[in-house]
């Protein structure tokens, strides 16, 4: 067995009050002493650049710092053959008589909400709504101009993906019958008797042998090679 290692004794001082009083004694000549100048006393560093900002501008020799994000970032069009639409014409709204000011901006972000949902519903189903002056909403197909095509919805690219499988799927299923009339089996009749396997007299596929016969043909074991003349000699 190995030596028993000692644990860790507290060899300090065990009395608070004695801590405390210690603490003390070390940093009572760094707080609550007043300032050695009342002028010169430190502010923070966001106060001081809000001063120098503050007498650049009334000097008129402050310049802004235009970064990254001070320009506007353009707009990513994922299909570039995108037509750009014209803008919608939005009611202008006014107060009307005997309504208050609280109805008033109920009635226009009601307004904006509704037109906010037209919005997005013409760009997921790719139509045009289009309001009549008697207050009758009507549904219209979004006309392609000559300049592109609107991006497809995601229903179409379901429907060529789905489409894309199904021809696979037909193209395999095409395949798997001609390789079944390639090994197709030939089909014994009840009461059929087969005394031998079928002789199966196959040449072999070389430009050397196309205008020979089968009895021509040398099979293997039957070449004379040089070992068949020792033989005979025996």
Request: hydrophobic share 25%; glycine share 4%; aromatic share 4%.
């Amino acid at each position: 067995m190995g030596r028993k290692i000692p644990a860790k004794h507290h060899h300090g001082v065990r009395d608070p009050i004695k801590q405390n009083r210690e603490r003390f004694l070390k940093i009572r000549d760094k707080i609550d002493n007043p300032p050695r100048n009342i002028k010169d006393q430190p502010i923070s560093r966001a106060t001081a650049q809000f001063i120098k900002l503050k007498e650049e501008a009334k000097a008129g020799t402050y310049r802004p710092r235009g970064g990254i994000e001070d320009i506007p970032r353009p707009m990513k069009n994922k299909n570039k053959t995108d037509v750009p639409r014209p803008y919608k014409k939005v009611d202008n709204h006014k107060p009307l008589k005997g309504e208050g000011p609280r109805d008033f901006l109920r009635r226009v972000n009601r307004a904006t909400q509704n037109s906010l949902k037209e919005a997005h519903y013409e760009a997921k189903y790719n139509v045009d709504i289009v309001r009549e002056e008697s207050g009758e909403v009507t549904i219209q197909k979004r006309q392609v101009d000559s300049k592109g095509t609107p991006a497809p919805s995601r229903i179409t690219k379901f429907n060529e993906k789905k489409k894309l499988k199904r021809e696979k799927k037909r193209n395999q299923k095409k395949e798997d019958e001609s390789d079944k009339e390639i090994f197709k089996r030939d089909v014994v009749q009840f009461g059929e008797v087969c005394h031998r396997p079928p002789e199966l007299k196959v040449i072999q596929k070389s430009t050397k042998l196309k205008n020979k016969s089968l009895n021509d043909i040398v099979r293997p074991g039957r070449k004379n090679l040089l070992l068949n003349s020792l033989l005979k000699t025996e």
